[in-house]
């Protein structure tokens, strides 16, 4: 039974090495293995699973067995009453954290930081909180609603910046966008300094473009199906896994990527200049237009 569960939950991208019962357990995913962005309810006969970056709901499974009408129609009840509550609790976690979002927003104060200054945007402005961090705002992609934000952050015992978004947030669908929403041209990345590069490109080149920064691979393809007007992707070379590529393939928009393995626009930016950065976004415009 448990193992028919794990091969149901590994289908779905989640990775279970041990099952408990009874709790939401969060796990990594194939596409996030470092990270716990999957989660399951297991409860013997029944459980549920969700993978934050690709299903909107919770999928559910319960264990093959005969059972009468009236004892399926009790399992039935009991799983949808579980759902229900996961939804619920899931619902106030959202909401929870916009509002937590929003007061640390309003706390911090418009100034540059180290980690934009690290990406060549020493003049750039964020906003950063009383302990130093940069936040990201990260909204709805179409309601524009604030879901929550990125945390920047210098750690000195590792020497480098980790990310890291607020805890209990709705990420899917989550954007930081640079430029007009009403622009009919729209670039889509993955990372914030990812962003700032093709924006700068897109400014030098005078063209009215919308740079959205989707924050995952995953989450660009889902954002890109909801984008209207011409969409391009600058997909970061990902080594090895070629996550950044395989997903803007998947997405089906025209898309550029840095000739160097391990490489972002951020990366070509500042190691060969911004004008190289102007010739991939003209090219792939020139190919998708």
Known sequence: MIADFIQFASERGLIIKSVESDRWVRVPTEDHPHKANGAYYFAGEYAHIQNWATMDKAESWQHKKDRTPVEQAALQSRMAASKKAQAESMRKAHD??????????????LQPHAYLARKGFPDELGFVDADGRLLIPMKDCVTDKLNGIQRIEWHSDEMKFSKKMQHGMKAKGAIFRMGSKTAFETFLVEGYATGLSVAAACR??????????????????????????????????????????????????????????????????????????????????????
């Open 204 to 289: 030098q080149l005078r063209l009215n473009v919308s740079v959205i920064v989707s924050f995952s691979d995953s989450n660009m393809v889902h954002v890109a199906s909801l984008l209207k007007g011409k969409i391009f992707i600058y997909a970061d070379n990902d080594e090895k896994s070629r996550a950044g590529e395989k997903a803007a393939i998947k997405t089906g928009m025209p898309y550029c990527m840095s000739d160097v393995v391990g490489h972002d626009a951020n990366d070509d930016m500042v190691e060969l200049g911004i004008l190289h950065v102007c010739k991939k976004v003209l090219e792939v415009r020139r190919n998708g237009i």
């Open 96 to 109: 929870s954290a916009s509002l937590q979002a929003s007061i640390l927003l309003r706390d911090a104060t």
